[in-house]
């Protein structure tokens, strides 16, 4: 595992919770010394555990900067209207940090112009031997732009791929396709002229997708629907606005773009309608909270940014209402009950405790406190909203030794370098984490739809199911057989409401 980038200053740090600073002391009194590894299991994970923490305790501090130099408490929208360079001597919550490193508007990392990869035409699925021979076409047409961004800036710039754009025009029409069978089997709904609502609509591709086919298929319905797209990056919203004066393209007269945030978001919907969002939710900020081993009490992280350019986490018991309503939410959750991975049994609890320099707090838990402020807001804003959610469930790399953990990455000399903190300097890294989605609907459940009187379940799917149920599989099928429609993107689930 790489921890070191070098591009700019010390950009990777470690996860600095050591005993000086740390507000939330490990306790070390009254520990009794052990000398050999205990040999049950639960002796030996207690064990384990003990080891790690200690390394994290003994980790000596990097920063030169005097830490008793008061710092200002700051929040990302603050950063986002005061700074144009990440600041010093500040302190924010975690949400905060990753939410200002990603969307700063002068130097987060979407701001250095990420881009959405999109190959000039859908694939021909047909030609391609089977699923091996398709992705190497995908990876040199891949390596081809990265090379001609490397050759034009010295930043690094974030690539993405998206099913949407890969398996294009089929992942769209799919999504459509599953848009009119809600639509035509809700008495309710199909009445009214059908609404969609897209967020963060990336190249403007699943939009066109979605609207060609209803155009083609669903002539009548098409003539009174409506789709907006709120789309958070200027940039981006000009793309998809000139979606519709492309060449050889029939535009689409009822399409509104909306260049704001999610998150500002403040008009109420009051007819029914479709929410669309897809690989959107992964790069929402987190907070990170650590469990008094004793008490069960949890603390919030917080960032602190010295003088030097340096970080360092540290913890207070939980006082941020959002991380408050958060755990309210989850704890409240019932049959079964919400247990934290990053909470450990009684036993292993008390095993522990018996260990020297044993720490009081748990390992760090990302929770998601943007998606969960997203949930409130699609319950507040859009009451009668079908959810169309897909993101990513499970991620290779993420950050070690925490629960909920996300992958923090950067392009560098070429490659993606994978880092173990999230304490990397603001605006060169991407941090994007994986959704918990069984626990993303019951939550959304209790704050979208808790007076819904249309029974409909919200249910999760994994993008394989999705495709079986709503994609034109022929269309995408390799001459071997193999379909990257149901074969990729397994790491991919959705949330339908
Ligand atoms: C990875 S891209 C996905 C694009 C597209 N949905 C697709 O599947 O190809 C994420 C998109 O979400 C947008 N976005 C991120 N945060 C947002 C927010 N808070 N509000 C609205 N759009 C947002 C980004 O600018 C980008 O267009």
């Not at 305790?57 to 990302?76: E, G, M």
Request: charged share 25%; with cysteine.
């Amino acid at each position: 595992m790489v921890t070191q980038a070098s591009a700019g200053r010390t950009m990777v740090r470690s996860l600095a919770t050591r005993s000086s600073k740390n507000k939330h002391r490990p306790d070390t009194e009254g520990a009794r010394a052990k000398t050999t590894p205990a040999s049950s299991e639960h002796e030996r994970r207690a064990f384990k555990g003990y080891i790690e923490s200690v390394r994290e305790i003994i980790r000596l501090p990097a920063t030169t900067a005097d830490p008793n130099i008061p710092s200002k408490r700051v929040t990302a929208e603050y950063c986002a209207e005061r700074y144009t360079k990440p600041p010093r001597n500040v302190t924010m919550l975690t949400r905060d940090f990753i939410g200002d490193s990603l969307y700063n508007p002068s130097y987060g990392y979407f701001s250095k112009q990420a881009l959405i990869f999109s190959p000039k035409q859908g694939y021909d699925f047909a030609r391609f031997r089977d699923s091996a021979d398709f992705l190497n076409t995908i990876g040199r047409q891949y390596e081809e732009i990265e090379r001609e961004l490397d050759d034009i800036r010295s930043i690094p710039r974030q690539l993405w791929h998206t099913p949407t754009e890969i398996l294009k025009p089929w992942y769209g029409y799919s999504v459509a396709q599953h848009i009119i069978r809600q639509y035509k089997a809700d008495r309710a709904l199909n009445k009214l002229p059908l609404t969609v609502y897209e967020m963060g609509g990336g190249n403007g591709t699943l939009m066109m997708n979605i609207l060609d086919h209803i155009r083609e298929r669903e002539p009548e319905i098409y003539s009174r629907m409506e789709y907006n797209l709120v789309e958070i990056s200027p940039k981006l919203a000009k793309q998809q606005v000139s979606q519709q004066s492309r060449k050889h393209v029939t535009p689409h007269a009822n399409v509104n773009i909306i260049n704001k945030s999610i998150f500002d978001w403040n008009t109420i919907v009051d007819r029914p309608c479709f929410f669309v969002a897809m690989e959107v939710i992964d790069n929402f900020a987190h907070d990170v909270i650590r469990y008094d081993y004793d008490t069960g009490e949890p603390y919030q992280a917080f960032v602190r940014v010295y003088d030097d350019g340096e970080f360092e986490e540290y913890y207070e018991p939980v006082s941020d209402a959002l991380i408050r309503d958060y755990l309210h939410a989850r704890n409240s959750l019932t049959s079964p009950r919400h247990k934290s991975a990053a909470l450990p049994s009684a036993l292993y609890r008390r095993i522990r405790s018996q260990l020297p320099l044993a720490p009081n707090l748990s390992k760090p838990e990302f929770i998601p406190t943007k998606a969960f402020e997203f949930c409130k807001i699609l319950g507040r804003f859009f009451p009668l909203h079908r959810l169309v959610l897909s993101d990513f469930y499970k991620l290779p790399d993420t950050i070690p030794r925490a629960v909920g953990a996300p992958v923090v990455q950067t392009r560098f000399n070429g490659s993606m370098v994978p880092c173990e903190t999230y304490l990397v300097q603001p605006g060169w890294f991407d941090i994007f984490f994986p959704t918990d989605f069984e626990l993303l609907r019951r939550i959304y459940d209790a704050k979208c739809r808790p007076l819904r009187t249309d029974t409909t379940e919200s249910r999760v799917c994994t993008q394989r199911e999705f495709a079986l149920e709503n994609a034109a599989l022929a269309h995408t099928r390799t001459r071997s057989g193999e379909n990257p429609m149901l074969d990729f993107y397994e790491n991919n689930k959705f949330l339908l409401s």
